[in-house]
């Protein structure tokens, strides 16, 4: 398998893009349905999907779990204190179930992450977790009033 964000060298084909569309779309297909959909047999698509993965253009296959209406989303942006940077940061983090998404930045923000609590005092709890970590200087929260367009 190629690096992580390594290029892949063969280009796609109009199949190719049809599998991937389709994955997008429900990563749970099965392959005999995704192969009736693509007009190719069951192993010629086993085959073409075991070199999408091989080639890197795809990385895995996931689900999107529905959140609870109830939930209560967030963005807390992280400042390091100097000499830090995410390497020291990150692996603090990793353990919080309610980091759904750490983004390093260029800028005045070194790490934005995406935070979802079950409500605003589970949220604080984790702001104050997350501000503790040796490292970081400084946390700022962005609550999410409604999310207005969503491809994660």
Do not use: N, Y
Request: with cysteine; hydrophobic share 45%; net charge positive.
């Amino acid at each position: 398998m190629p690096p992580e964000g390594s290029c892949v060298t063969r280009p796609l084909d109009a199949i190719d893009r049809l599998i991937l569309a389709r994955l997008t779309d429900d990563a749970r297909l099965p392959v005999v349905s995704l192969a009736r959909e693509i007009g190719l047999s069951r192993s010629a698509t086993q085959e073409r999907l075991a070199r999408l993965v091989a080639e890197g253009s795809i990385r895995g296959f996931t689900i999107r779990a529905a959140s609870p209406r109830a939930a209560t989303r967030a963005w807390l942006a992280l400042r390091f204190q100097p000499g830090f940077a995410c390497r020291h940061v990150v692996p603090a983090l990793q353990d919080l179930a309610e980091i759904r998404l750490a983004t390093s930045t260029a800028g005045p923000v070194d790490l934005l992450l995406l935070a979802e609590t079950a409500g605003t005092a589970e949220l604080t709890a984790l702001r104050d977790r997350v501000a503790a970590i040796r490292g970081v200087a400084s946390v700022e929260t962005t609550l999410v009033l409604e999310t207005q367009i969503d491809r994660l």
